[in-house]
C-alpha cells in the first residue's frame, strides 16, 4: 500500500514558477513507477509527466516539455514536479500518482495507476 499527499500548490502570475511535491509512505515505493496528472474544470484528467522507480528515465507530455521537470529521491520518498514559465492554461488540479512495477519502466495512462493523492490546486493568473 502506498499514500500519497501532494503540496506545494498556489496562485502564481504567468511566468512564474511553482515546484509540487509528493511525499509518499509505504515501503513499496522506491518500486513504483510515478506521474503527475491534472485535471482542470470540466476537462478530462490528463497526463503530465512520469518518471520510472530509479529516476533515469522521464517522460513529459509535449505541451509542458520545455518548462517541467519531474525528479525523485527515493531516500526521502519524495517526487517533485518543478514547473516554469506557467501560463494560464496550467490551471488545473495536479495529482500525483504510482503504480508498483517490476520493471524500471513508466505509463502515461490514467488506468495503470493504483494509487492516488488528494490533489493540490495550480492557478496561473495572465
Known amino acids: 500500500q502506498v499514500q500519497l499527499v501532494e503540496s506545494g500548490g498556489g496562485l502564481v502570475q504567468a511566468g512564474g514558477s511553482l515546484r509540487l511535491s509528493c511525499a509518499a509512505s509505504?515501503?513499496?515505493?522506491?518500486?513504483?513507477?510515478v506521474a503527475w496528472f491534472r485535471q482542470a474544470p470540466g476537462k478530462k484528467r490528463e497526463f503530465v509527466a512520469a518518471?520510472?522507480?530509479?529516476?533515469?528515465?522521464?517522460l513529459c507530455t509535449v505541451s509542458v516539455r520545455d518548462r517541467f521537470t519531474i525528479s525523485r529521491d527515493n531516500v526521502k520518498n519524495l517526487v517533485f514536479l518543478q514547473m516554469n514559465s506557467l501560463k494560464p492554461e496550467d490551471t488545473a488540479v495536479y495529482y500525483c500518482a504510482a503504480d508498483l512495477r517490476v520493471t524500471d519502466t513508466y505509463s502515461s495512462q490514467v488506468y495503470e495507476y493504483d494509487y492516488w493523492g488528494q490533489g493540490t490546486q495550480v492557478t496561473v493568473s495572465s
Open positions: 509505504g515501503r513499496t515505493f522506491s518500486n513504483c513507477a
Open positions: 518518471i520510472t522507480r530509479s529516476g533515469d528515465s522521464t
